[in-house]
């Protein structure tokens, strides 16, 4: 398994953005699909954006243009922008790791990180 390790997360207004990092820990890394999920207060945890090895991209249709998944394989790291948010987008958002693309079920992913906090208000 690689180990995960999310950050950028915190207390923004309406209409901001913010960039969240995932450091993954692993030789492997560059052959991982990885994703972001995120779960609101009294909610289900959600899948928000996806990408496998080759850069193919996967997005929740409610986010596609406003939240961006990339990642920097000589760093160990994905990233997820996020622009325009909204209360609604408060969550805790968790990175995670699968050793290849099954879609966006969490059963697909082996290895999470612990999660970082985005607040928004309004």
């Known amino acids: 398994q690689v180990q995960l390790v999310e950050s950028g997360g915190g207390l923004v207004q309406a209409g901001d953005s913010l960039r969240l990092s995932c450091a993954a820990s692993?030789?492997?890394?560059?052959?991982?699909?990885m994703a972001w999920f995120r779960q609101a207060p009294g909610k289900e945890r959600e899948f928000v954006a996806g990408i496998n090895w080759s850069g193919t991209k996967y997005y929740t249709d409610s986010m596609k243009g406003r939240f961006t998944i990339s990642r920097d394989n000589a760093k160990n790291t994905v990233y997820l922008q996020m622009n325009s948010l909204n209360p609604e987008d408060t969550a805790v958002y968790y990175c995670?790791?699968?050793?290849?693309?099954?879609?966006?079920?969490?059963?697909?992913?082996?290895?999470w990180g612990q999660g970082t906090q985005v607040i928004v208000s309004s």
């Open positions: 995670a790791a699968g050793s290849t693309w099954r879609g966006p079920q969490q059963a697909g992913f082996s290895s």
């Open positions: 692993g030789r492997t890394f560059s052959s991982y699909a």
